[in-house]
């Protein structure tokens, strides 16, 4: 069953790194195509480092591995990815009249990809 | 590492809004690389590493054919020319000279021009309009705060440098102890990797940024706040209580705020209420706010842009004068509802950081671009202009994150022109083209 789940993005030094040396490179696209996840959420859906997830949002969706944090760093419920091209498919253009779209605070679905 | 050996002294990096001024870089001019940068973060290493001289990217493509400068030059000035409502969007990365030729052309076609500030600290500049800020640098943070409260961001990771040359560890004048002289607050919504050098993390429950905020003025000035607040916002009455006194009871403070707040709900709401607290602190003691910015120029467009057009970002120039209203004039809402007919990207990558609706549009439209490095955006471009790399070959201006010009250092030549020399090219072309400005000015006939 696919939960709902609040997802933040943000910057990493890996992110930042691998930036450098290009957005087309494989660090890069690992990078910001791995989604944090609370370890316990991670248990409940039957995932593991590094399983692939559905991550859906109102504005469109994207598979990512997963990758698990402890409940002290990373609450249940919340997801942390790297900024990059992912993160932005499942961001809204509406700003409500400030210019900026809410990306640090995105309610997206998550769902085991089978296979 | 061949013989040819340079070494550059008090270089600059322009990766993050901290701008150190003092890297000292083993240049090796064989490699057209550079091996070494003493003094500089993981970041910093990084940038100066994988920005050696690429002499196999073309220096232009126009539909996807290698294209000289020049011809590129002449595609961009007609596309502008024709252009009924063009978008120049970027900035962040490049020097300030280059920021004013891209005004410069904003004028003259009549343009829609915004900065990344727009999704980044925009709400904050928003809320400076409204609220004011209680400013300092980051030279006087460093030798005065013995309180420094980090809030929504994870400096750790994005601005390393931060705490080690500006504010944690640094030993200031009179914090002369560095660390053990200064309290350190981390307020975020999960324990990033800055809670490290915290004594005191609070987390907040997602989205109360503002409900915190506006509880901790009330207690500041003495007033009673319901012990509810933790229902509502997931800290303690206790520890708001703990950390006002705390606010109030220093000799200097310093609350440096990053994009949790300017990115969740409430936006330049939550920067306004960070920004009034700092205010209302100023009836107790010395309090200073600072928006922690990104990217390394991104406060040179902020300042470029305001000397200008008097507005920082989000200022459309179609009637002639400059207008601002961020939500109509800001690229996010005005590529996502499918608006501009043509734009001009200088150092910034819309193509992977906008909301699918934005990139669309940008494929729809003639789109140029100018970047030392091949970019989601320089993929879906009609026109990509390769530029040498600002702080590395070329000169110029740019400003720290508290608002300090720092003149860049050059480290390797280039074969490539930088953007300003390009941007100044394509405004003398299309003034050719257009005769003058398209919009003529306010009071012509």
Redesign the interface.
């Known amino acids: 069953m696919p939960e709902t789940m609040?997802l933040?993005?943000?910057?990493?030094?890996r992110q930042?790194?691998?930036?450098?040396?290009?957005?087309?490179e494989a660090e890069y696209i690992e990078v910001s195509s791995t989604v944090e996840m609370n370890a316990e959420d991670m248990a409940r859906l039957g995932l593991k480092d590094g399983d692939p997830v559905r991550l859906r949002s109102a504005?469109?969706e994207v598979s990512v591995r997963c990758k698990g944090r402890t409940t002290?760093?990373?609450?249940p419920g919340?997801l942390?990815i790297a900024?990059?091209?992912l993160s932005?498919?499942l961001?809204?253009?509406?700003?409500?009249?400030?210019?900026?779209?809410?990306?640090?605070?995105i309610e997206v679905t998550v769902e085991p990809v089978s296979g | 590492m061949s013989d040819n050996i340079r070494i550059i002294n008090d270089a600059t990096c322009t990766f993050c809004g901290c701008v150190c001024d003092d890297m000292h870089l083993t240049v090796d001019l064989d490699a057209h690389k550079i091996t070494k940068a003493e003094n500089a973060c993981v970041l910093g290493r990084a940038w100066f590493k994988e920005h050696g001289i690429d002499e196999k990217r073309p220096f232009a493509l126009i539909e996807g054919r290698e294209a000289s400068t020049e011809e590129a030059i002449e595609a961009s000035a007609q596309i502008l020319a024709n252009a009924r409502f063009p978008l120049i969007y970027g900035l962040s990365d490049t020097t300030c000279e280059a920021q004013r030729q891209a005004v410069a052309i904003a004028d003259m076609i009549g343009a829609n021009l915004d900065t990344t500030t727009s999704v980044c600290h925009g709400p904050s500049g928003m809320a400076f309009e409204g609220v004011g800020e209680s400013t300092a640098t980051l030279g006087e943070i460093r030798n005065r705060a013995d309180l420094l409260v980090f809030w929504g961001g994870n400096p750790a990771e994005s601005h390393p440098r931060l705490f080690t040359r500006y504010t944690v560890t640094a030993k200031g004048m009179y914090v002369p102890n560095g660390r053990k002289d200064r309290t350190v607050v981390l307020v975020d919504v999960r324990r990033s990797p800055s809670a490290a050098v915290a004594d005191i993390f609070v987390q907040v429950k997602p989205q109360r940024d503002f409900e915190v905020l506006w509880a901790l003025r009330a207690l500041v000035k003495g007033k009673r706040v319901d012990p509810n607040i933790e229902q509502v916002t997931g800290v303690p009455l206790a520890t708001l209580e703990d950390l006002a006194q705390r606010m109030k009871n220093c000799r200097f403070g310093a609350l440096l705020f990053g994009m949790g707040l300017t990115m969740t709900r409430g936006r330049h709401f939550n920067s306004g209420a960070l920004l009034a607290l700092a205010t209302d602190l100023n009836e107790y003691t010395h309090f200073v706010a600072k928006p922690v910015r990104g990217h390394g120029n991104v406060t040179g467009a902020d300042n470029v842009v305001s000397w200008q057009t008097g507005f920082p970002f989000g200022v459309n120039l179609g009637r002639g004068y400059p207008r601002f209203n961020p939500g109509e004039f800001t690229s996010a809402d005005l590529l996502g509802r499918g608006e501009a007919d043509a734009a001009l990207i200088i150092a910034a990558d819309p193509g992977a950081n906008f909301s699918h609706a934005a990139i669309e549009h940008l494929k729809r439209i003639p789109v140029i671009v100018l970047d030392p490095k091949l970019t989601h955006t320089g993929k879906l471009a009609r026109v990509a202009i390769t530029t040498a790399t600002y702080g590395i070959s070329v000169p110029g201006t740019v400003y720290r994150m508290d608002d300090v010009a720092i003149s860049l250092r050059t480290a390797l030549p280039s074969p490539y022109p930088s953007d300003e020399e390009v941007l100044t090219r394509i405004k003398e072309r299309v003034r050719e083209l257009l005769g003058g400005n398209r919009v003529p000015a306010m009071g012509a006939a």
Do not use: N, Q, V
């Not at chain 1, 933040?8 to 030094?13: A, K, L, P, Y």
């Not at chain 1, 961001?91 to 605070?105: E, F, Q, V, Y």
């Open positions: 609040t933040i993005g943000g910057r990493s030094s930042g790194t691998s930036l450098c040396a290009g957005k087309f504005s469109g002290k760093d990373l609450p919340l942390f900024y990059g091209p932005s498919r961001m809204a253009s509406d700003t409500a009249g400030s210019g900026m779209p809410i990306s640090k605070h």
